[in-house]
């Protein structure tokens, strides 16, 4: 799915006719290996409230970080040492704040962050993942013309320097940086939420042990439908937007005893096959598995491990079904994965009620508005772009390259009907959206 040379000119006419003024188109320059990265931001940033949420978090920190400094300019009182302290503060205010402004030609980290940390504007105030997604997604937001490409070199920096992953030039997973950074904001804002209660109590922020990851794909497991339990699991625009439930049931064969346990999920993976559809796929997912011979279910009631059926549902629908469709395979008698092309069919709007029997709000209706594509015929090379639709319009995200495209076109990311096709464009990561 390459970029043709009168790119400029029909997203030119795509803005004139059918895109808003005050929408950003902005590619994402490649830093080598980084298409992963950008064709997952290009998804979040168009999931319109995912963007919201991160803007204002972006606001609401420099305003922190601005009342933080007039608090120093306080504490520090009249006289010389004061005016030196209050600029130096600003300073830093001033670094951290032009991160989103001006980021072409910045390096590594936010300038402003040691100087931050340096002069006490406060916990929470550091440079991370989170602060550097939204200084990212400020200055796209910001930006004076409609398209153009920006390069999120701070944004890749703090991701290869917290994860070490991500750090090497070889072919990334999209979907791992998926839970990555969604696990990686949600770890943040609990953080942070942790040190501002340290904080009011008096404590030193060293007091704090920290916040425990929650998975992007399984998060904390909830059994049964406890609301306590419920609320052990911190809440976030995260989980506000791509927390759905699934429910294991296992059911003994001996004694009929179901045991039930309920997880949350930020996203689901479902297993593939030829020629098949989405709603097929999600069936699979929910079908019925027998546990028997040396996958016998230890049933608490019988005291034994027995014959058992186990099942997994979804419960309990997000707002944002992010949807990974399982393309690489691990194939034992070659000891390495593989890339299934298979051709799936995935419609622009849909309803789950036909995959589960007792899933809540059956008839939500969701709108595809982002197809992440895995380009080439191996797991361990090739390229991602990604389709986005934007106020009606689709439009291809290939690094810092911004094309439109006209809604037949997703049928070619299907993939293939047959394994001998040169063709190895295939959709890898669904975004919908409750309407």
Known sequence: MGVGSSTA????????????????????????NTCYCNS?????????????QVLLYDRDRRERIRHNAEQQKILNGNGSHAASGLKSAVKGVGNVINVAGNQQGSGGGSPGSA???????????????????GDLFTQITNQKKRTGSVPPKTFVNRLR???????SYMHQDAHEFLNYVL????????????????????LPPEATNGVSSHSASSGTTIEGDDPKLEKKVPKTFVHDLFEGH?????????????????????????????NSSLTSCLRNFSSTELLNKEDKFYCDACCSYQEAEKRMKIKKLPRILALHLKRFKYVEHINK????????????????????DDIEDPDRCYSLFAVVVHVGSGPNHGHY?????????????DDDCVEPKDESELQSVFGCTQETSTSTESGYILFYESS
């Open 9 to 32: 000119n029909k997203l030119d006419k795509a803005l004139a006719t059918d895109l808003p003024e005050d929408e950003r188109y902005f590619g994402l320059e490649n830093f080598g």
């Open 40 to 52: 997952v931001l290009q998804a979040l940033y168009f999931c319109e409230p995912f963007r919201k």
């Open 115 to 133: 100087s931050t940390a340096a002069n006490g504007l406060g916990p929470g105030n550091e440079e991370t993942l989170l602060s550097a997604l």
């Open 161 to 167: 320097q917290e994860n070490e992953l991500f750090r």
């Open 183 to 202: 696990n990686n904001v949600v770890e943040n804002l609990n953080k942070e939420e942790e040190l501002k209660k340290k904080d009011t109590k008096g």
């Open 246 to 274: 699934l429910s294991n049931e296992t059911r003994c064969l001996c004694c009929e005893t179901v045991t039930q346990r309920v997880e949350p999920f930020l996203d689901v993976s479902v297993d593939i096959a030829q």
């Open 337 to 356: 994965y593989k890339k299934l092309s298979y051709r799936v069919v995935f419609p622009l709007e849909y309803r789950l009620c036909n995959t589960s």
């Open 385 to 397: 772009v990604v389709l986005i639709k934007s106020h009606g319009q689709w439009l291809l995200f």
